[in-house]
């Protein structure tokens, strides 16, 4: 699939891959439907679009690496996406395609964890709070992380977290080349490594999105991630606006903005 977008060896203009591992051989109809519409709104505002549908990534470390490196070798394409196949996006198309023009960088929406947190509903309960639609919104957390939430920082209009959830995460080509380039002055305990790739002969692939040990804790692929960035002084921005749900047993929709008052 890379390679419908790798007909010239010039990295394409206003361009992007939507990048989702698959565990098995099924997919939300919300997260397809958001994908139909992102691809229309592309077509109108003339951006490239592509998508990779990696089958079979059980071990989701592997899935995302191969994705990654796949997206180095096989394509021209300028930017990628990581898009759960749990995620409603459909309204929120219009985040990426900006995310395109304005040649970003490194940029992340969030949605909410896949279960409520009983604690915090209780006390509107007690306090005889009784709209659900404000009980379910303080019942939500979120696949990011802050040292202090009170202390968060704004920058073009977007919170600096410290870690965030790779669901929905835009990442650049030229992001990936800084790593690279950049790879060999990483300290060990962070785990960037090359390694041969598998389906392609003579090519080094890295370990982009691999867990990590920091501090005697383990770190799972995507907070290893952002910690990776951090190291090479790469802020951690996440549009708060955005609204992104999370579907389970039950579509949690999220907006982050909400859960920190911004």
């Not at 919300?30 to 139909?36: N, Q």
């Not at 390694?195 to 392609?200: E, F, I, P, R, T």
Request: glycine share 4%.
């Amino acid at each position: 699939c890379f390679k419908i977008m790798a007909k010239t060896n010039e990295i394409i203009k206003d361009s992007v891959i939507v990048c989702t591992p698959f565990g098995n051989d099924t997919g939300h109809v919300k997260y397809f439907m958001s994908c139909m519409k992102l691809n229309e709104e592309c077509r109108k505002q003339d951006i490239k679009i592509n998508f990779v549908f990696k089958m079979g990534s059980s071990l989701i470390t592997h899935g995302r690496n191969d994705i990654v490196n796949d997206f180095l070798v096989n394509s021209n394409a300028e930017n990628m996406i990581f898009i759960d196949s749990d995620i409603n996006f459909m309204d929120s198309t219009q985040y990426i395609i900006d995310w395109v023009k304005n040649k970003e960088y490194f940029v992340s929406g969030t949605y909410p964890t896949k279960q409520f947190n009983y604690d915090k509903m209780q006390v509107l309960l007690d306090k005889g709070l009784k709209n659900f639609e404000d009980i379910e919104k303080a019942g939500l957390d979120y696949t990011c992380s802050v040292k202090d939430s009170s202390k968060i920082k704004v920058k073009n209009n977007r919170v600096l977290l410290d870690r965030v959830g790779t669901g929905f995460m835009f990442i650049s080509r030229k992001l990936l080349n800084d790593m690279i380039e950049n790879a060999d002055t990483f300290p060990d305990f962070y785990n960037f490594k090359k390694y041969n790739l598998k389906d392609h002969k003579n090519k080094i692939g890295y370990t982009f999105f691999d867990t990590m040990l920091l501090e005697n804790n383990q770190i799972g692929e995507d907070y290893a991630f952002c910690e990776r960035l951090k190291y090479m002084n790469v802020d951690i921005e996440v549009e708060p606006h955005i609204k992104l749900n999370h579907i389970g047993s039950h579509e949690f929709k999220g907006e982050l903005v909400k859960k920190f008052n911004l």
